[in-house]
Nanobody, 121 residues
Framework: RVQLVESGGGSVQAGGSLKLSCVAS?????MGWFRQGPGKEREGVAG???????DYAESVKGRFTISKDNAMNTLNLQMNSLKAEDTAVYYC??????????????????WGQGIQVTVSS
């Protein structure tokens, strides 16, 4: 099973930026970012399909950018114009058999440990 290690979380004021990174221990077919805010369900934020196509949740479109460095097995999430409602634990996810779509939890079999992002207003 692929191991995923996230980095780059922290605290920032509203309007600021953060970049999350996730290093995978092996090859993956599909990767994505999820988040879980206080008292909320885990939700898909952004994902990259095997053909390179990118999907974003409506709430982050135009503010977040997902990218993948295949040579380094690294997935990144650049988060700009952060809002207080972006506060959550962010999780990196990977899957080997794409089927349901990059923003759905059942697409993924491997998960990182999660990393906290806190945005103060």
């Amino acid at each position: 099973r692929v191991q995923l290690v996230e980095s780059g979380g922290g605290s920032v004021q509203a309007g600021g930026s953060l970049k999350l990174s996730c290093v995978a221990s092996g090859d993956t077919a599909i990767m994505g970012w999820f988040r879980q805010g206080p008292g909320k369900e885990r939700e898909g934020v952004a994902g990259i399909r095997p053909d390179g196509a990118k999907d974003y949740a409506e709430s982050v479109k135009g503010r977040f950018t997902i990218s993948k460095d295949n040579a380094m097995n690294t997935l990144n999430l650049q988060m700009n114009s952060l809002k207080a409602e972006d506060t959550a634990v962010y999780y990196c996810a990977a899957g080997s058999r794409p089927w349901y779509g990059p923003l759905l939890r059942q697409e993924y079999t491997c998960w990182g440990q999660g990393i906290q992002v806190t945005v103060s207003s």
